[in-house]
């Protein structure tokens, strides 16, 4: 989309933003991030600590799982960065991105003080994981409007997927409840954005078909930067965390194919029509490759366990 048709787009959503941003206010919860950390487990780092796994008591999938989703957190001011260009800083919509900003603002730290306090990861290898990428400066940058809005939906979803899941396989409780509770402000954040995409496939549906293919096609949980980020990707993936099938059952068809209708849009540009045929093909692709591996994961999971019960 032009320069032009963007500014057109936030003008004429405004209103939209203006409600949802209402209706986020009234249903968010206060909540504060030193109340969830069990500081009182916490203990000083001697100048000659070397951690060791024993001391997190937790798997290799949700040590990698909670690697990724608190470097993805940390890398906010780029986010905030890109979603001011995006949005702007006036009006409603500026307001949400500030308010969108101190949100998540939260989530970085109270995950970082719980996996402190708790050593459920290596401090030195996380701080300089964190300073590796927060110095790389790399975040997805949607070309316009529309393409940011189907961006931001998808990955709000898929980063609540990846934090309740991630909470599942954390036995300790105060870590299961401090990602449950990141994972219900994902869950607002997520129903924000995709009700702002609704209205402007209502708008110009044609624009929208293009930019939600678009984004479909080139989406890729965040991962830019961070440390050994595909060998975390692929420990998620085998824990049945976040992988391919989710993304298509628990994303793909519940918003782009039921919420957003693409299916049903009618009176399209043909630009458009050929857009959501390639569309829904990836769309169809992408869950049997999906139900492929979630297969080979499950089976491989219980094999493990399998072998697991022969040891004990």
């Keep these: 989309m032009s320069v032009e ?5 936030l003008a004429d959503l405004e209103p939209t933003v203006e409600q949802l941003l209402e209706r986020h206010l009234r ?10 950390v069990p500081w009182s487990r916490g203990k000083d780092f001697g100048p000659d600590y070397e951690w060791s796994p024993e001391e997190a008591n937790l798997t290799q999938e949700a040590r990698s799982a909670l690697f990724v989703n608190v470097l993805t957190e940390e890398n906010l001011p780029y986010y905030f960065r890109d979603s001011e260009r995006l949005f702007g800083r006036d009006g409603a919509w500026g307001e949400w991105v500030r308010r969108w900003t101190a949100e998540e603002g939260r989530h970085g730290r109270v995950i970082y003080d719980y996996l402190s306090v708790t050593r459920a990861l290596d401090p030195v290898a996380l701080e300089r994981a964190r300073m590796a990428m927060v110095q790389c400066g790399q975040v997805p940058e949607p070309p316009g409007i529309l393409e940011g809005l189907a961006y931001v939906t998808l990955q709000e979803l898929a ?10 396989h954390i036995d300790d409780p105060a870590g299961k409840a401090i990602m449950r509770r990141v994972a219900f402000d994902e869950n607002l954040h997520f129903l924000f954005y995709r009700d702002v995409m609704s209205a402007a496939v209502e708008m110009d549906p044609s624009s929208a078909v293009v930019a939600i293919a678009n984004q479909v096609k080139g989406f890729a949980m965040p991962g830019m930067g961070i440390t050994d980020f595909d060998n975390h990707a692929r420990i998620i993936a085998e ?5 391919l099938s989710i993304h298509h059952d628990q994303i793909l068809q519940p918003v782009v194919l039921r919420d957003w209708n693409l299916p049903g849009l009618t009176e399209l540009s043909g630009i458009a029509e050929a857009a959501r045929d390639r569309l829904m093909k990836l769309i169809d692709r992408i869950g049997r490759v999906g139900q492929r591996l979630g297969e080979r994961y499950a089976e491989a999971r219980r094999s493990l366990g399998r072998d697991t019960a022969l040891l004990q």
Excluded: C, M
């Excluded at 048709?5 to 787009?9: E, F, I």
């Design 27 to 36: 249903q968010t919860k206060e909540w504060h991030p030193h109340a969830l």
């Design 5 to 9: 048709a963007d500014v057109r787009s």
């Design 159 to 168: 980063t609540r997927i990846a934090h309740f899941n991630t909470g599942r």
């Design 239 to 243: 824990a049945g965390i976040y992988d």
